[in-house]
């Protein structure tokens, strides 16, 4: 089984948990902040993707980390069951996960965009707009510098692509010239 596919089933469960007491975002924010522990310090990333160390050891020295970070019960309980079932090197992944449930019960999707060049502000606000409107749902741009594509604008949200981009207008005016 593949880790991404592992790490959604615990986040659904933990999702279930905190969306139940009305504390989703807040777990979000500790999961991040539990991610982003474990990649700043490189004894702790040691501990949780170390398998030598017993599970159990795990959890006890990961609780006792979380508990002095301030963490809440809920959280520290699922890295407990997430360490005792020895999947402490999820971490990330969890993270991830989480992040994407949450997205999604907020619905809120996630658009790949690529640019030859850097949009501005405005230019920006406008293609998150105008796909939100496409979509019925809130967008996250996710950007990446392609310029490959010449110019304009390729957006993928979920399966479908968007292409405004001058190297898909041209690809599209060769099919048709091929075509006639």
Known sequence: MSKRLIARRYAKALAGIAEDSGSL????????AVAALVRGNPDLERLAFNPLLAPSQKAR??????????????????????AGAARLNLVYELAAA??????LRMGIVE???????????????????????R???????????????????????????YDASIQGQLRLIKARLLSA
Do not use: C, H, M, Y
């Open 25 to 32: 975002l807040d777990v979000q924010r500790e999961l991040a």
């Open 61 to 82: 020295a990961l609780d006792a980390i979380l508990a002095a970070a301030g963490t809440s019960a809920t959280v520290r309980s699922f890295f407990g069951v997430v």
């Open 98 to 103: 989480f992040d994407e449930l949450v997205d």
């Open 111 to 133: 658009a790949s965009v690529q640019t030859a060049q850097p949009l501005s502000a405005i230019q920006s606000a406008a293609l998150q707009e105008a796909l939100a409107r």
């Open 135 to 161: 979509t019925g749902k809130t967008i996250k741009l996710n950007w990446r510098l392609e310029p490959s594509i010449l110019g304009g604008v390729k957006a993928q949200v979920g399966s479908t692509v």
